[in-house]
C-alpha cells in the first residue's frame, strides 16, 4: 500500500531514530527492520510523514527488543622490563583486561583482551615512566558489557543530556 518513493523516507527515519537509540541514548546497530505495510492518502500523504512514522516504529518497538550495550575489544600487545611488570599487569587488570601468560624474557610481553574505553596505555604510569614499555593495540571484537558497567554507562549518558537540555 505504500508508494515506493516513500519507502526510503521510511528507512531513513529508522536510522535516524537508531542513532539516537534506546539504551542511554547510544546508536542502536546490528538490528533488523521488516516494513509489512502502510497507509496512504493522496493528498496527506509526503516524504516527512514516511520518515516520522519510521523514527516512531522505532521507538515504540526498540525498548522491547532488549538490547545490549557492546564495546570494542582490543588484542594487546605489551613489552615491558621485569621491574614494571607488576605495575603493568595491575593497571591492565585493573581496566577488565584478561591476559595468557607472560613469557620469562628480560622484556615481559604479555597478550592482553582490553575493553576500548579502558583508555590508552601510553598514559599508564609504568609504561610512561622513562618510556620503559611499549605495546600495540589492535581491534578484536565487540563484546557485550557487564550488566554493572552498562548500567554506569547509560546513567552517565542520562545525566549528560539532561545537564545539555539544561
Not at 597478550?111 to 599508564?124: E, K, M, Q, V
Request: hydrophobic share 35%.
Amino acid at each position: 500500500m505504500i508508494p515506493r518513493q516513500y519507502i526510503p523516507a521510511v528507512e531513513r527515519g529508522i536510522q535516524e531514530a537508531a542513532a539516537r537509540g534506546p539504551c542511554g541514548r547510544l546508536s542502536v546497530v546490528d538490528f533488523k527492520v521488516e516494513l509489512y505495510d502502510g497507509s496512504y492518502h493522496d493528498v496527506d500523504s509526503n516524504e516527512m510523514s514516511f520518515k516520522m512514522a519510521g523514527i516512531l516504529a522505532f521507538r515504540n518497538v526498540s525498548p522491547n527488543c532488549r538490547p545490549v550495550l557492546l564495546e570494542p575489544i582490543l588484542e594487546l600487545d605489551v613489552s615491558t622490563p621485569d621491574d614494571y611488570q607488576g605495575a603493568v599487569m595491575g593497571d591492565l587488570s585493573s581496566r577488565r583486561a584478561t591476559s595468557s601468560a607472560p613469557s620469562r624474557r628480560r622484556l615481559v610481553k604479555v597478550r592482553r583482551s582490553s575493553p576500548r574505553r579502558a583508555g590508552p596505555l601510553c598514559h599508564d604510569a609504568a609504561l610512561d615512566h622513562a618510556w620503559r614499555g611499549t605495546y600495540r593495540s589492535r581491534f578484536h571484537v565487540y563484546q557485550e558489557v557487564p550488566p554493572d558497567a552498562a548500567q554506569k554507562v547509560a546513567e552517565v549518558r542520562k545525566k549528560e543530556l539532561e545537564e545539555a537540555k539544561a
